[in-house]
Every structure is written in structure tokens, then in C-alpha cells.
């Protein structure tokens, strides 16, 4: 199955809190909408003996609804990095679920690298080679489970240039016709950290092909302008779920499925007029490349390069993602010491 080919509409996808058979499922069918959900809305949890929150598996009773409609599967990567501290369910666990149902496409697990997960730049680049890591089990399982045609794999960064040190880590990606960018749902769309910019660095590190893009989490301000791009295939969104909160305060009334619908079904509509309306994709302004960062002495020097040397084991599955910390890279750095 071809996810994605240059030249094939942009495709806006509504991002659903839940799977069942409800009001809000019923509207995104007279939409109709093709839906993303989230491996997390998909989650079962019960509480253990200490009264500790536990995952227990996916809820997989409601993706027979899947035979009636188009819906694609994200990881739930910035959920679990911001609620969890990490996914709660390993990645043979996701990818069962990801063989489970006839998913439009199901997104490889990364690592999201925003400011509110990460603060530094070691940090960022340990979790980008993370989500290397994260994106060779899923296609090697994608592989044997026989529905690696539907695998999207995603890449990171924080800054343009960052993308482009994923890319280069598994340049693989480059086979398919969908790949998914992480680390969008705080961006802003104009700035040296903007999607325009993001869009501008990648289309040359995807020059020689014609490979395009799935936004994952686009602000309502950003979608229209990133639909006029050329590379980019799809955007989903769940923005809507902000307004029917503050909708639903300044009502002093409950939130409730069918208010939710409403909600979304008006914001959903206007995100299409923004859309057909065609804005004029502006010109990305021309950034200077992220500086390198430079070590201001040798033994600054030594641990970076130590910790670039763990990176690499982890990508290529010989230590695990938690043998990467600052104290490791000190560590590896002086052990022949």
C-alpha cells in the first residue's frame, strides 16, 4: 500500500481523545474526517497493591471500528515522555497493537526533544538516538509481522539541523513515502526554530526523492500555511479539545461528549475553509546551520566524545536507552584512567 506520493492532496487528520462508538465517532464520520488516535487512548491501567497506577494492556474492543473508517495510529511519544517519563508498554507490546487492526498507518515510537522535556543539548541528542533505536524495532518488527507497507517512521530535532543528524543516523528512511516529524505541537511556524524552517532544512536532506511529510500536533494557526507546502502530506490536530474547555468554563457546565462534538465538529470545518482558502506559503528566511558545540577544554572534549561513542552502541542495540546519561559519558570517558 503507498501511504504517500508527491502530488496527492494534503490530507488534515482529527485527532479523537478516544476509540468507541459514541458521539464523537459518529460526527467524524458525517465529517466524514479521517482520525489519528493515540497508542495512549487506546491504554488500560488498574491499580496495584500499594495502590500504585499500573499499565495493563491495550483496550482493543473498539478497532473493529476501524473496517468503517480510515483512522492511523500515533505512539503517544510527548504523552509519554510528559506523563510517564518514558512509555509504560515496550515496543513488542505497541506493535502488536499496530498488527492488531487496519490501521491507515501506524507511526514508529520516538522520543520527543520540545523544551519542556529536555533541557539541554546532550539531552536532545540522547533521545534522538533514541528514536533511532525506537525506529529500527519497529520496522524490524513491522518486518516480521507483515505490515511493514502501513509503517511510518518518525524523526526528531529541536532545531532544523537536528532533523537532519536523525536522518542521517538511519538513512533507511529515505525508502519511504511517509515520514512522520516529531516535536511539532509547540513550534511556532515563522523563527530560526519555525516549521518553515524545519520544512526548509529537510526538503534538501530529502532532495534526490520524493518522499513527504506527516505534522504530527499542528497549531490551528499552522496548519493552513503548512498544507501549501509540497512536502508535506498530512497534519493532525486535537486543538480543538482546548476550546470546548474554555468553552465549557465560561458555561459552568460539564465538558460532555456531545459538547465536545459540537466543538469539534465547528473547529474541524473552519481548519477546512483555512485550508482550501490557499494562503501563499511564505518564503522561510534563510537561517544560518546550528553552530557545532565546542568543547572548551580537553576534558570536556573527552566526555563528549564518549558520549557520541555511547549514542552509536545504543543505536546499533548493544546498551540499553537508560545506559545513556551524563554520568555514563563521564564514566566511559575516564575508565582507562
Known sequence: MTVAARGVPFRFLLGLPALRDGVLWQTTLQLPAPILISANALSRWHLDNLGLRCWAGFDTRWLRLLAQ???ALDSAGFVAARRY?????????????????????????????EPETVHDEDAVLDRISGTVRLNVLCREGGKRRGIID???PVIQGWHPDQYRRCVERMPWVRDFPLVGVGSMCRRHVHGEHGI????????????????????????????????????????DSQAYGIAARQDARKARV????????????AWYRQQLTAIEGGPVVPMAQVWPAAAPVVASNDIEAKIAAAAEALRALHEAGEIEWTDLSPRAAYERAFLDD
Not at 512509555?87 to 487496519?102: I, S, V
Not at 532544512?201 to 493552513?224: C, E, P, W
Not at 460539564?254 to 465538529?265: C, N, P, T
Request: proline share 5%; with cysteine; hydrophobic share 50%.
Open 196 to 235: 518553515l524552517h524545519v520544512l526548509d532544512v529537510l526538503d534538501t536532506v530529502f532532495s534526490d526523492n520524493d518522499a513527504r511529510f506527516h505534522l504530527f500536533g499542528l497549531k490551528s494557526q499552522a496548519i493552513a500555511i503548512a498544507s501549501q507546502h509540497p512536502r508535506v502530506a498530512s497534519a
Open 150 to 152: 502501513r509503517f511510518v
Open 85 to 113: 517519563r518514558g512509555f509504560p508498554w515496550d515496543t513488542n507490546e505497541y506493535l502488536d497493537l499496530a498488527g492488531t487492526a487496519p490501521w491507515l498507518w501506524w507511526a514508529s515510537q520516538d522520543w520527543c526533544v
Open 254 to 265: 460539564s465538558k460532555s461528549d456531545r459538547m465536545l462534538a459540537g466543538v469539534m465538529a
Open 69 to 71: 473508517h480510515p483512522v
